[in-house]
């Protein structure tokens, strides 16, 4: 407020005796306040100035939880927990250091439909050095299907490929009962206008991208991820094209430990910087991990660029029982596969379940509730 003036003088003269009086009667209520708000800004400089950790060959782990900030006793009951349920590995990672890990977190299991939320991150290089253009169309960059695409279908973009908002409702390799029983029938939409988690999008991209850069998907996350990062066990060989009479564009599943998923959501946490290199163009991060879509048709809250995103006021949370604050974002995978990312408490958190057995699931539920746990280990 201006002072200056004699209006806004008067008003100030008028509210003053009762400032004044109000201040000498609360003065010890004042002082112990400002010495509360001096402590946390303190506390805030010092957690700052800390210098971000990395890990190097392999991860630096805490001593104990709580020097990152967490309760050793809730943290097993996070463990326990896991006991009742088919989690064949957890890893929980603060400051860029292991707070807490148990299970076979070097083991290679399918990261199933988090490969989407990889390659979404393998597209930003390649958009800021103007290999892809996502407002090209399909009918452009000569995508098409067998049987063929409709007239409309090939004015879809590449972006309406990322964001599963073609239009395209149609048979996909490695699709699941639950997607297909959920694909829009005898539907006709304009791409970019309608969302639905769709195989065909997601394989699409893939193509897209091998045809676009002449890399080979599994060489290329090798390439401009994996080995950027330090990643302690991937290969190209962990993965492979899955192709199939549904359609001309083949999956791309592979393989990967619980350990280097963690690298790759640190990665994501640090917005697509890993020490002094910026692996992920930082714009594409924000903007493929940002709301784009109701998810609404899935149970979830929205959906990104190939991740699924928190949103409060949305019909359904982003995850069961959990609550996590807007900013979150995951990748998520058949079976209970879970990669999860949230900035404001400096936290990923992966899960994985041995789903080379196909028995072994584990239920959105019991997912809230272990991180519902996790969370409330926090101090």
Not at 18 to 25: H, Q
Not at 232 to 254: L, N, R, T, V
Request: hydrophobic content about 40%; some cysteine.
């Amino acid at each position: 407020m201006n002072i200056g003036t004699s209006r806004s003088r008067h008003c100030y003269d008028m509210f003053n005796p009762f400032i004044s009086n109000y201040t000498m009667k609360n003065k010890h209520l004042h002082f112990g306040q400002t010495l509360l708000c001096l402590v946390f800004l303190f506390q805030s400089f010092i957690l700052h100035a800390q210098p971000e950790v990395f890990p190097g060959e392999t991860w630096a782990r805490a001593a104990a939880p709580e020097e990152l900030g967490f309760d050793s006793e809730k943290l097993a009951r996070a463990r326990a927990f896991t006991d009742s349920i088919n989690t064949a590995a957890v890893m929980i990672i603060s400051g860029g250091m292991i707070v807490d890990e148990w299970g076979a977190v070097e083991e290679k299991y399918h990261v199933h439909s988090i490969r989407k939320s990889l390659i979404s991150a393998m597209y930003g290089k390649y958009i800021q050095n103007g290999v892809i253009d996502l407002d090209k169309s399909l009918e452009a960059i000569g995508i098409d299907d067998d049987p063929p695409l409709t007239e409309l279908q090939r004015t879809a973009t590449i972006r309406d490929v990322m964001k599963n908002r073609t239009g395209i409702f149609r048979e996909a390799l490695l699709e699941s009962d639950g997607m297909a029983a959920l694909r829009p029938q005898d539907m006709t939409v304009r791409p970019g206008t309608f969302w639905y988690y769709n195989n065909w999008d997601f394989n699409a991209a893939g193509t897209i991208f091998v045809e676009k850069t002449g890399l080979c998907i599994f060489d290329a996350l090798k390439q401009d991820i994996a080995d950027p990062i330090g990643m302690e066990h991937f290969e190209p060989g962990d993965g492979f094209y899955a192709p199939g009479p549904q359609s001309i564009h083949p999956g791309y599943p592979f393989t990967m430990t619980a350990r280097d998923l963690g690298r790759f959501g640190l990665l994501m946490l640090r917005e697509g910087r890993w020490e002094d290199r910026q692996v992920i163009p930082q714009e594409w991060v924000r903007e493929s991990t940002r709301y784009h879509s109701d998810a609404s048709l899935y149970y979830s809250s929205g959906y990104g660029y190939m991740w699924w995103v928190a949103r409060d006021q949305n019909k359904f949370p982003h995850m069961a029982v959990a609550k996590v604050p807007e900013g979150t974002y995951s990748g998520r995978g058949y079976g209970g596969h879970v990669l999860t990312i949230i900035p404001e408490y400096d936290l990923v958190v992966v899960h994985r379940v041995d789903t080379f057995d196909s028995a072994n699931r584990v239920t959105g539920r019991d997912l809230g509730t272990l991180m519902k746990l996790i969370l409330d280990a926090r101090t």
